[in-house]
């Protein structure tokens, strides 16, 4: 074999593989698109939600919820937040009206409950 044929041959399985891990790592929620900050340079520190700071708990519990909220439909179902030990443990104290689903309001009003 020439060496151009086993560089082609080479790229040839190469691209396609890279597309794919890229694809299933964007599809898994796991890709971040860099931010520009006003110079037009990449951001090297993730930006604040609309320029708020947040405390550390309110992080963790939006953290939290967005990670349980598997269908993105803002709010918790019971079979949704049956996924953490934590917050199933403490779910008849977060869904306090038994609608048998929580909003990202109610879940930070009772993050305190989640131990």
């Given amino acids: 074999?020439?060496?151009t044929f086993k560089t082609k041959l080479m790229a040839a399985?190469?691209?396609?593989?890279?597309?794919?891990?890229a694809s299933a790592a964007?599809?898994?929620?796991d890709y971040k698109a860099p931010s520009a900050?006003?110079?037009g340079?990449?951001?090297t520190t993730p930006a604040t939600t609309q320029g708020s700071m947040k405390s550390g708990k309110t992080a963790s519990t939006d953290e939290t919820f967005d990670r349980l909220d598997v269908n993105h439909d803002g709010k918790l179902?019971?079979?949704e937040?049956?996924?953490?030990?934590k917050v199933q443990s403490a779910w008849?104290?977060?869904?306090v009206n038994n609608k048998g689903a929580v909003s990202k309001a109610e879940f930070q009003a009772h993050a305190s409950d989640i131990k």
């Avoid at 399985?13 to 891990?21: E, G, I, N, R, W």
């Avoid at 937040?81 to 030990?85: K, N």
């Fill in 1 to 3: 074999m020439t060496q």
């Fill in 13 to 21: 399985a190469f691209v396609p593989a890279l597309a794919l891990a």
């Fill in 26 to 29: 964007y599809a898994a929620g």
């Fill in 37 to 39: 900050n006003p110079t």
């Fill in 41 to 43: 340079a990449t951001a």
């Fill in 77 to 79: 179902s019971a079979s």
């Fill in 81 to 85: 937040a049956a996924a953490d030990s």
């Fill in 92 to 95: 008849k104290k977060i869904d």
